[in-house]
């Protein structure tokens, strides 16, 4: 994920609460920052989704997006394994772990068994109740062997992939960097994922998209496009949805 994210959970804002959600914000600590800088930081702190990650206590505003998205379609359930892919700073892996009930230690939470993994370049502080594998480069074989070894019986139920390239404002140099990130998980999930398993990735959206949603339909029940309210309309971001792994033949 953008360093950007990691910039963005530094910076000061004061009196958040539920009732100061439709406050305009101004940021603080901004001495050096561009103009277009502070302009799209105070943007961001006012930004709908980014008040409301920091009253519930999200590292990110994407939380909402995969929040949404599990909502509509029932991806993650207790005693599930989940591989949270480009998972920094660790919005997504506070939901995995939270509707995994992993998160509270509690008699009944105990018996369920259930596995998450993050794994990003980026340092991740601890979330309690997952594994996290940090500073690592997930398109590494040895770092995908290491997941896989952590998996019970080497399978997941979901594999979670938000990762994305660093732009370089090039769209072809961009989107190819992405496919390839893209296409790493996806190979990694048809190899971990159990029977009618989930994978769910996310893309720039270009003409290699309808592609890969070709390539997916032959090795999964049902194929979606996918773009989350929290995903803003002006973005290329999206996301695809594979449910019902098929199994994959080498």
């Known amino acids: 994920m953008p360093i950007l994210k990691t910039f963005l959970c530094s910076v000061q804002v004061r009196n958040i609460s539920l009732s100061s959600l439709s406050n305009k914000i101004v940021p603080s600590n901004l001495k050096g920052k561009s103009k277009s800088s502070q302009e799209w930081l105070e943007r961001q702190l006012n930004d709908e989704y ?96 290491k997941i896989s070894n952590l998996l019970p019986s080497g399978k997941a139920n979901v594999v979670l992939s938000d990762m994305a390239p660093r732009a370089t404002g090039t769209y072809e140099l961009d989107c190819a960097a992405m496919m390839t990130l893209v296409y790493s998980a996806t190979k990694f999930s048809f190899h971990v994922l159990h029977k009618d398993g989930t994978f769910l990735c996310k893309l720039w959206d270009g003409h290699e998209v309808e592609k890969f949603i070709t390539i997916l339909k032959n090795y999964f029940s049902l194929v979606k496009r996918c773009k989350p309210k929290a995903s803003r309309s002006d973005s290329s971001e999206l996301y695809v949805l594979a449910m019902g792994f098929k199994g994959w033949q080498k």
Not at 53 to 75: I, N, T, V
Not at 88 to 98: D, L, R
Not at 121 to 135: F, R, S, V
């Open 50 to 145: 980014v008040k409301k990650s920091r009253y519930h206590g999200y590292r990110c505003r994407s939380a909402f997006k995969l929040l949404e998205m599990d909502q509509k379609f029932k991806l993650l359930k207790p005693g599930y394994s989940v591989v949270d892919c480009g998972a920094a700073p660790g919005s997504w892996t506070q939901i995995v772990v939270n509707k995994l009930k992993l998160d509270k230690e509690t008699e009944e939470n105990q018996k369920i068994k259930g596995v998450a993994i993050a794994v990003d370049l980026q340092h991740i502080e601890p979330i309690k109740g997952a594994t996290i594998i940090q500073e690592s480069d997930f398109t590494q074989l040895s770092v995908q062997e």
